[in-house]
Nanobody, 126 residues
Framework: VQLQAYGGGTVQAGASLRLSCAAS????????VGWFRQAPGKERDLVSA????????YYADSVKGRFTLSRDNADNTVALQMNSLKPEDTAIYHC????????????????????WGQGTLVTVSS
C-alpha cells in the first residue's frame, strides 16, 4: 500500500485546511488509517484515526470539535478537515495505515502501523 498525503499549507489562526491521504490499494476495508503530527522539537503523536470498515473514529482531545476525519470509498482517500486552526496545530502531518487485526487499542502506537505516507506541513500563524 502506498499512501500519499497532501493539502498542507500556511494559514492564519482560525482558518481551515483539508488534508487528504490517498491510498494505492484498491480497498482499505481491513485497515485503520491514522493521522499523526510532529511539531518542532516534539514527538509525533496521533491526531485522529478511522477504522475503514465501520467508520469507528478517534480524536485526540486537543482537536475534538475542530477536526473531522472521514473516508471516501470511491477514491480510497481519508480526509482530515481541520477548522479553527491554532498556532499549536503547526506540525508536519503524516498519514499511516495499520491492519485491523492488530487491534483498535494500538492506534496510537506508531510502531504498529504498516504503511506511511510522506509528511505534509501545516503552519498556522497567529
Amino acid at each position: 500500500v502506498q499512501l500519499q498525503a497532501y493539502g498542507g499549507g500556511t494559514v492564519q489562526a482560525g482558518a481551515s485546511l483539508r488534508l487528504s491521504c490517498a491510498a494505492s490499494r484498491r480497498t482499505l476495508n481491513s485497515y485503520t488509517v491514522g493521522w499523526f503530527r510532529q511539531a518542532p522539537g516534539k514527538e509525533r503523536d496521533l491526531v485522529s484515526a478511522i477504522r475503514w470498515r465501520d467508520v469507528l473514529t478517534y480524536y485526540a482531545d486537543s482537536v475534538k470539535g475542530r477536526f473531522t476525519l472521514s473516508r471516501d470509498n470511491a477514491d480510497n482517500t481519508v480526509a482530515l478537515q481541520m477548522n479553527s486552526l491554532k498556532p499549536e496545530d503547526t506540525a508536519i502531518y503524516h498519514c499511516a495505515a495499520m491492519q485491523d487485526r492488530k487491534g483498535w487499542s494500538r492506534i496510537s502506537e506508531q510502531d504498529f502501523y504498516d504503511y506511511w505516507g510522506q509528511g505534509t506541513l501545516v503552519t498556522v500563524s497567529s
